[in-house]
């Protein structure tokens, strides 16, 4: 059953998400945002909820979207700008 519930000012109504997709959400963040520990206890919580391992890996490419888009990015431009190769520096 959802409960309202508030955190830093937004309220919500925690446990509308069944747990399956909330582990799966925990996992992919605490794996975004290096946390080895969150991510191995949400994993674990996932695969408890039912998580299959296509679900998993499904997930856990999510979470490196957005770091391999940066990495991208930082590249090309450093690249870009290396006189090495065109750039203008």
């Known amino acids: ?5 508030e955190f830093l000012g937004i309220e919500y ?18 794996l975004a ?5 969150g991510a191995r206890l949400h994993l674990g919580r996932a695969r408890e ?3 299959s391992e296509d679900e998993i890996w499904e997930t ?8 391999a888009a940066q990495v991208k990015n930082l590249a090309k ?7 090495k190769y065109g750039g203008s520096k």
């Open 1 to 5: 059953m959802a409960k309202q519930t």
């Open 49 to 51: 909820a039912g998580a």
């Open 60 to 67: 856990a490419v999510y979470a490196l979207r957005p770091v």
């Open 33 to 37: 945002i290096g946390h080895e520990y």
């Open 13 to 30: 109504q925690e446990g509308t998400l069944d747990e399956k997709g909330s582990q799966l959400i925990r996992f992919a963040v605490n």
């Open 77 to 83: 431009k450093i690249i870009d700008d290396d006189p």
